[in-house]
């Protein structure tokens, strides 16, 4: 797995934890953030060609 392979599993990992934790508590700044970031990395991921589960 190349770096940028890893570096988006690994963030997306973090803002899907993050987007369900906002969710939990309710706060809905943080949940349209997280699903920004998340539509920003899977942009990028399709970009370049990675694949990407269909998960959250």
Partial sequence: MGELT???????SDAYDSLRTAR???DDLLV???QAEIDDLRRTAADHGIDLPHCG
Wanted: zero cysteines.
């Fill in 6 to 12: 890893a570096t988006i599993h690994r963030r997306l």
């Fill in 24 to 26: 939990d508590t309710g």
């Fill in 32 to 34: 349209d953030a997280q």
